[in-house]
């Protein structure tokens, strides 16, 4: 029997996101193996969801490694080396909430690192994008929003492309509102991303 390709999930909050990763896999409809996540905050709940998954589990603290007078980048070559142990088919990014220097994507040469962002390419790099995508749209700025999935380079949020998918605002929207509508669309975007980028890393 041919062997399930493997990821590994990045998180650094609740995990929804890695939830519904979990739950593709289990239900064969993300074919692979998600063989580890690692989260930068202890006490995010994502790893209770690894581990009720039955995944291994991995935590790292860049403030230790201040505290050690390490740096940033040996920071992340710490985590480019954790990931290296699993040999991931891929990496992926399910609201990993730190900017990975080249370091990191050195230990990834063959771009197989993918990101879930809450906005459209180039509208709203970086942190808290929904709450921005709310504002603009109550300053009239944009009519909707949405999300995407792209490979992770250098540049935040600048990757190519996987998948993007528009998300209507209402005028009656809270950002309550608007959140778990995106939060929604999140969960079935993330598989069908992951699973996109899996064939097209398994034609290269
Ligand atoms: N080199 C890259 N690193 C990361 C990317 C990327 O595309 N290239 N995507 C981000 C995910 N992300 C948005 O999708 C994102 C997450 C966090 C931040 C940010 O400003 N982080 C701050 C700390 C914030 C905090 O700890 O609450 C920081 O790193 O100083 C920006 C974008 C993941 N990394
Ligand atoms: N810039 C990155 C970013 O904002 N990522 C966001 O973090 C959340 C993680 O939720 P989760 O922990 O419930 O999966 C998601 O909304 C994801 O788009």
Request: charged share 20%; net charge negative; glycine share 6%.
């Amino acid at each position: 029997m041919a062997t399930l390709p493997t990821i590994v999930v990045l998180i650094s909050g609740s995990g929804t996101n890695l939830q519904a990763l979990i739950d593709a896999t289990q239900q064969g409809q993300l074919k692979a193996k998600i063989v580890a996540v690692v989260s930068n905050r202890q006490k995010a709940y994502g790893l209770e969801r690894a581990r009720l998954a039955g995944i291994p589990t991995e935590t790292v603290s860049l403030k230790k490694f201040k505290d050690q007078g390490k740096s940033r980048e040996d920071f992340d070559n710490f985590v480019g080396q954790l990931i290296d142990q699993y040999k991931p088919t891929l990496v992926v990014l399910a609201g990993w909430m730190h900017i990975l220097s080249p370091r990191f994507l050195s230990h990834f040469p063959n771009d197989n690192v993918m990101n879930l962002h809450p906005a459209l390419p180039g509208q709203f790099d970086g942190a808290h994008a929904i709450e921005r995508a709310f504002e603009a749209f109550q300053q009239g700025k944009i009519t909707h929003t949405g999300i995407m999935v792209h490979k992770v380079i250098a540049d935040v949020d600048r990757g190519q492309v996987i998948l993007q998918q528009p998300v209507p605002i209402l005028d009656t929207d809270t950002l309550e509102d608007l959140e778990d509508r995106i939060h929604k669309a999140e969960h079935e975007l993330i598989v069908k991303g992951a699973q996109v980028f899996l064939d097209q890393l398994a034609s290269l």
